[in-house]
């Protein structure tokens, strides 16, 4: 009987590993988040600071999103990412298939109603691939923020991080109406960075002292805009209607600088724009291509 669980837990780990490559891939193309997200980086983003044991509990495993320290371990829905992981992945799911055999609670944090994982990933990875709704934990929870609240903590993030941004630089007075909605966390940091450049760079050419005020206008009338015009015609957005053009900029951001160092060379901002549409059509077709290949053979 025991061999029996092995064998069926082998499986299981077989068929996780499978998933986890399509969750992959599917992140690629930015339909979805690819790993947990850091509890530490989400405490110090919203600025939690005071937490309680709550005991014991039943909690809904659809409801845990994030962990202390091994977020790059697993996909969103807790799919296993690497392959040494097996060894110890098999053997919890061999004893959760025991019913002669218990695991421990695992440990958590809770905020609002979304839960990060102290201890016990192995555990919530296996549960998921059984099916299972509802997992035993022991809770600690941050009670800075509403506790019934089922806003996704990604929209607390992106929120916190728009509030920041805009307190610091101040750009909705400094340029009404501008739009630089966000659906993804980070993208405001990457912001901030850039305006910090852009300011020592007017330095350096007008070699004179560029107060932070004329720095984010520039930053904003120079770079932002014309960027986004230049997006906007390249007809990418219509490739993915879920996302906004500042989504759009600051990959393509990123996307220049990973050219620049690429080449060793200036790349124009609308050469990246084009190479970074390109390169999401192939994948996206790549894609669709494994996709129907998968259905057709039934892997």
């Given at each position: 009987m025991q061999n029996q669980y092995k064998i069926e837990a082998e499986r299981k780990w077989d068929r996780a590993r499978r998933r986890a490559?399509?969750?992959?891939?599917?992140?690629h193309l930015g339909s979805?988040?690819?790993a947990l997200l850091d509890f530490n980086d989400v405490a110090q983003r919203l600025r939690l600071r005071n937490t309680r044991y709550r005991g014991i509990d039943m909690i809904p495993l659809d409801h845990i999103i994030g962990s202390m320290g091994r977020y790059n371990d697993f996909t969103g829905a807790f799919l296993p990412t690497r392959e040494e992981m097996g060894e110890r992945w098999r053997r919890v799911a061999a004893i959760s298939l025991d019913p002669n055999k218990?695991?421990?609670p695992i440990e958590v944090y809770k905020i609002g109603a979304w839960y990060f994982i102290r201890d016990g990933h192995h555990r919530v990875s296996?549960?998921?691939?059984?099916?299972?709704?509802?997992?035993?934990?022991?809770?600690?929870?941050?009670?800075?923020?509403?506790?019934?609240?089922?806003e996704g903590i990604e929209?607390?993030?992106?929120?916190?991080?728009?509030?920041?941004?805009?307190e610091q630089t101040r750009l909705h007075e400094l340029r009404p109406g501008s739009d630089l909605r966000l659906?993804?966390?980070?993208?405001y940091d990457e912001m901030l960075c850039q305006i910090a450049c852009h300011q020592d760079a007017l330095r350096q050419i007008d070699e004179t002292e560029i107060s932070y005020e004329e720095a984010v206008t520039a930053w904003y009338d120079m770079l932002y805009e014309s960027t986004v015009q230049l997006i906007k015609q390249s007809g990418v957005l219509e490739l993915f209607p879920n996302r906004t053009a500042a989504d759009f900029?600051?990959?393509?951001?990123?996307?220049?600088?990973?050219?620049t160092e690429r080449y060793s060379r200036p790349v124009f901002i609308g050469d990246a724009i084009k190479d970074f549409r390109t390169q999401n059509l192939r994948t996206m077709a790549w894609w669709l291509w494994c996709e129907l290949r998968q259905r057709?053979?039934?892997r």
């Open positions: 490559f399509w969750a992959r891939l599917r992140a979805k988040p690819a218990s695991l421990p296996v549960a998921q691939q059984m099916g299972v709704r509802l997992i035993e934990a022991a809770i600690w929870e941050y009670s800075d923020l509403n506790p019934s609240s089922t929209t607390l993030l992106i929120e916190a991080e728009e509030r920041q941004f805009m659906t993804s966390p980070g993208g900029f600051v990959w393509t951001m990123q996307h220049h600088q990973e050219l057709v053979l039934g």
